[in-house]
């Protein structure tokens, strides 16, 4: 039996102004999955997670979480729903500390216990925020507010993570980090839908994977079958 489908997008298309930035885009995402979408930077990829999260409206086709389509719901609704969103540039509240971060992100629940319980697990996760709870996150390395960045969007228990760009601007040590913690996630059963440009790092740990150029779906296919393509290895992956 397979796992259900808990994220598709049908036809979607958006347009800012007279500008398309998605041109009929399909996409699904199953519970459990680990599914990347590549591509360079102006391709549609912080588009497509916006237009999920509700933040754009489309201009065409169907988002549909649990076969129901979300046409209009508002975006704090969609996070109810279930659908977290970490967006790119880590957009940490500089001057509160690690701690306050992590609260923020629990703010639509009011199970205590388990918020202290999440806290936890995060600073399990990511030891170095442990070690910087009390510290201003405007005062953490890039890499340590991505971390950041990664366990506030998980502080609202989502059922599916969306990340923009998790590996942006960090160093090759940090990047491996923050995937290891994302296979480590995946492997705990959450579901994650990764936009990025680094397409080894994303590969080496999806089940699946789409390239999105210029606003249009390229290539789809299994994490593997993708690496070994030779035209996106030409491309993206380096040789």
């Known amino acids: 039996m397979s796992t259900p489908v808990l994220l598709q997008l049908e036809g979607l298309a958006v347009r800012y102004g007279s500008v398309q930035a998605l041109h009929g885009m399909e996409l699904e995402v199953r519970q459990g999955e680990l599914v990347t979408v590549l591509g360079s930077n102006g391709a549609g990829k912080s588009t497509t997670l916006r237009a999920i999260s509700g933040l754009v409206p489309p201009w065409a086709g169907r988002i ?117 913690a994302l296979s480590q996630l995946h492997g705990e059963g959450l579901t994650i839908l990764l936009v990025e440009q680094n397409a080894n790092a994303a590969l080496a740990i999806a089940n699946r994977g789409y390239v999105l150029e210029a606003g249009r779906i390229t290539m789809v296919g299994p994490a593997a079958q993708l690496q070994a393509d030779e035209g996106l290895r030409a491309s993206y992956l380096g040789g």
């Open 64 to 180: 549909l979480w649990r076969g129901a389509p979300l046409a209009g719901v508002p975006a704090h609704r969609i996070v109810r729903m279930g659908i977290g969103h970490c967006p790119e540039g880590r957009r940490v509240l500089s001057r509160q500390s690690v701690a306050a971060n992590l609260e923020l992100g629990a703010y639509l629940r009011r199970d205590t216990r388990a918020i202290h319980s999440d806290q936890d697990r995060c600073y399990t996760l990511f030891p170095r925020l442990a070690e910087r709870r009390d510290q201003l996150a405007g005062g953490l390395s890039g890499g340590e507010q991505q971390m950041l960045a990664i366990a506030r969007a998980l502080m609202g228990r989502p059922e599916l993570l969306m990340l923009d760009e998790p590996s942006l601007g960090l160093a090759p040590r940090l990047v491996a980090e923050v995937m290891d």
